[in-house]
């Protein structure tokens, strides 16, 4: 389904010294705990966006390029209500492809166009080589081979900041890849500053066996990771909303002593203390 080129948690992330004790980690008021889950919601779909107009791009070049000479996808914000992914001829420095998101109605446009690279393209083009170089003299992960690809997304965070996201794709039908993601944090001179593992392995919703689609899912996470993370949400918009229909999935927090429960209609995180009260 998806080819090589193609969010923070908000509390506990990065490096932890050796052998440093964990404190129970109390629970924040309700004020905090909604920021820190609108944070997350805006991270996850901003992240969807990236992939998705990647796979819609990456099969409208196969069906509509006239000229596939491309080596490599570059996806990024155009405008406010602009996203632009490009497939670029890297030895002829010019883009071959393009499809435009439009942010307020959805619609992407492919444009089957050979021209030569903007400034600011031509930019982002450098910048990303440069990324998935130093990503790939870093150890610490792996795609899961039995499910498939793991997928690279370069998202600009600031002006200051880039983060460069690893999501397990599948081409399994009927299955939600959760787990096995990470993110790495480069500054302006590119130097890493931050890594994540979202979560300690795979843990995917195979619902193969099933009759029919389901209509929610629900994993736990571990202690230290407590709440949804921005690439749950956009694994879940990718696979469960859009390939299967579904509306809400929720993650239990060891942490917190409580369910995350997301939903695509509202665009919502919302804590519950029994697992009965999710909607």
């Given at each position: 389904?998806?080819?090589?080129?193609?969010?923070?948690?908000?509390?506990?992330?990065?490096?932890?010294?050796?052998?440093?004790?964990?404190?129970?980690?109390?629970?924040?008021?309700?004020?905090?705990?909604?920021?820190?889950?609108?944070?997350?919601?805006?991270?996850?779909?901003?992240?969807?966006?990236?992939?998705?107009?990647?796979?819609?791009?990456?099969?409208?070049?196969?069906?509509?390029?006239?000229?596939?000479?491309?080596?490599?996808?570059?996806?990024?914000?155009?405008?406010?209500?602009?996203?632009?992914?490009?497939?670029?001829?890297?030895?002829?420095?010019?883009?071959?492809?393009?499809?435009?998101?439009?942010?307020?109605t959805g619609e992407i446009e492919?444009?089957?166009?050979?021209?030569?690279?903007?400034?600011?393209?031509?930019?982002?083009?450098?910048?990303?080589?440069?990324?998935?170089?130093?990503?790939?003299?870093?150890?610490?992960?792996?795609?899961?081979?039995?499910?498939?690809?793991?997928?690279?997304?370069?998202?600009?965070?600031?002006?200051?900041?880039?983060?460069?996201?690893?999501?397990?794709?599948?081409?399994?039908?009927?299955?939600?890849?959760?787990?096995?993601?990470?993110?790495?944090?480069?500054?302006?001179n590119l130097n890493l500053i931050?890594?994540?593992?979202?979560?300690?392995?795979?843990?995917?919703?195979?619902?193969?066996?099933?009759?029919?689609?389901?209509?929610?899912?629900?994993?736990?996470?571990?202690?230290?990771?407590?709440?949804?993370?921005?690439?749950?949400?956009?694994?879940?918009?990718?696979?469960?909303?859009?390939?299967?229909?579904?509306?809400?999935?929720?993650?239990?927090?060891?942490?917190?002593?409580?369910?995350?429960?997301?939903?695509?209609?509202?665009?919502?995180?919302?804590?519950?203390?029994?697992?009965?009260?999710?909607?």
């Open positions: 389904m998806k080819r090589f080129f193609l969010a923070i948690v908000v509390s506990i992330v990065a490096f932890t010294a050796p052998g440093a004790q964990q404190q129970p980690l109390q629970r924040p008021a309700a004020h905090v705990i909604q920021a820190i889950n609108d944070s997350i919601v805006d991270e996850g779909n901003n992240l969807y966006l990236h992939e998705k107009l990647s796979w819609v791009m990456s099969d409208a070049y196969k069906q509509l390029c006239s000229s596939k000479t491309a080596s490599l996808a570059v996806v990024g914000q155009l405008c406010d209500t602009l996203m632009s992914g490009i497939m670029i001829d890297v030895d002829r420095l010019q883009c071959v492809f393009e499809c435009r998101l439009n942010l307020n492919p444009i089957n166009l050979v021209r030569g690279l903007s400034p600011r393209e031509l930019e982002r083009a450098e910048r990303q080589v440069v990324l998935l170089h130093k990503l790939s003299t870093l150890d610490g992960y792996g795609p899961v081979r039995e499910a498939g690809n793991l997928n690279v997304d370069v998202v600009e965070i600031s002006p200051h900041l880039t983060r460069v996201y690893l999501l397990q794709g599948t081409s399994r039908s009927r299955l939600i890849p959760f787990g096995n993601d990470h993110s790495f944090d480069f500054d302006t931050a890594r994540r593992q979202y979560h300690s392995s795979f843990i995917p919703i195979d619902f193969s066996s099933k009759r029919g689609n389901i209509s929610k899912c629900t994993h736990s996470h571990l202690d230290g990771n407590p709440y949804i993370t921005p690439t749950d949400i956009a694994t879940f918009l990718l696979y469960g909303h859009d390939l299967y229909g579904m509306k809400t999935f929720a993650v239990y927090s060891p942490d917190l002593k409580c369910y995350f429960t997301y939903n695509t209609e509202t665009a919502t995180i919302v804590m519950v203390d029994d697992i009965d009260d999710m909607k």
